[in-house]
């Protein structure tokens, strides 16, 4: 165990033994560290079917062709995890995962791309004189970026939500300000997808962490990634978007 996974680790400790003592005596564990039922998946849906609409209604010169190919497959994926409800998701765990992890790289690939290409039109100065377009297509981006990375926090934090919902892994790869408060009233609270979803906000937004903190190197590595693309991706669409304006 390397100093970083030891210091968390001791940090919970601390953290575990004030909430572990109720006024009166009885043991109590915060639901992120115990055994709880599996997240459901309506929130991901949601967030997946906004994506797919968000891909098909970008121009024809940022998308991948065939146009229906990516977003189809992502679709098909979507369905095909429908059945995995929570009473179900324990026995379904390894596919599950394996669908979960393809949906967000199908997601990633065809956003990927089309900030690839966004990207490389405005350095060219092949984007287009119409502001409004522009940025209408680098707003579809810019959501879909969002969606993508709530998709791989939720994934892989922890081992993803069937291995946080059995309580055996205490060591997060994300501590939510809840991890570490002391009041009763967080003990019913783990994370869900709109927790993780509210990170890749707010890693785009503000270019680094806010409240709640990457504790291990992939999740260091993933968030920076995703400032770096969503500070590239503003950056060169404001400037462009301003151009226009001013000529």
């Known amino acids: 165990m390397n100093d970083e996974s030891r210091a968390v680790h001791e ?23 115990r055994r709880t039922q599996v997240e459901g998946r309506g929130a991901v849906s949601l967030a997946v079917l906004v994506a797919i609409v968000l891909q098909l209604v970008l121009p024809d010169r940022l998308a991948i062709h065939p146009r229906w190919l990516l977003p189809g497959l992502e679709f098909l994926l979507l369905v095909a995890l429908l059945p995995a409800t929570p009473s179900r998701a324990r026995e379904m765990g390894p596919l599950l995962r394996a669908g979960g992890l393809s949906l967000a790289c199908a997601v990633s690939v065809a956003n990927g791309w089309s900030a690839l290409r966004l990207i490389q039109h405005l350095v060219r100065g ?53 991890m570490q408060s002391p009041d009763p009233v967080h003990h019913e609270w783990e994370p869900d997808f709109a927790d993780y979803l509210y990170v890749s906000f707010t890693d785009a937004t503000a270019f680094s962490p806010t409240d709640t ?33 001013k000529g």
Request: hydrophobic content about 55%; proline content about 6%; glycine content about 6%.
């Open 11 to 33: 940090r919970l400790a601390r953290i575990e033994e004030l909430l572990t003592k109720s006024p009166e005596g009885a043991a109590t564990v915060p639901a992120w560290r």
């Open 126 to 178: 092949t984007a287009g004189s119409d502001a409004h377009a522009l940025l209408l297509g680098a707003a579809s981006i810019w959501i879909t970026n969002v969606i993508v990375f709530a998709l791989w926090y939720w994934e892989w934090d922890r081992g993803g939500p069937v291995a946080r919902a059995s309580g055996e892994d205490d060591t997060p790869d994300f501590l939510f300000p809840q």
């Open 213 to 245: 903190m990457p504790m291990t190197r992939w999740a260091k590595l993933l968030m920076a990634f995703q400032a770096m693309v969503s500070l590239l991706t503003l950056a060169l669409v404001v400037a462009r978007s301003v151009n226009i304006l």
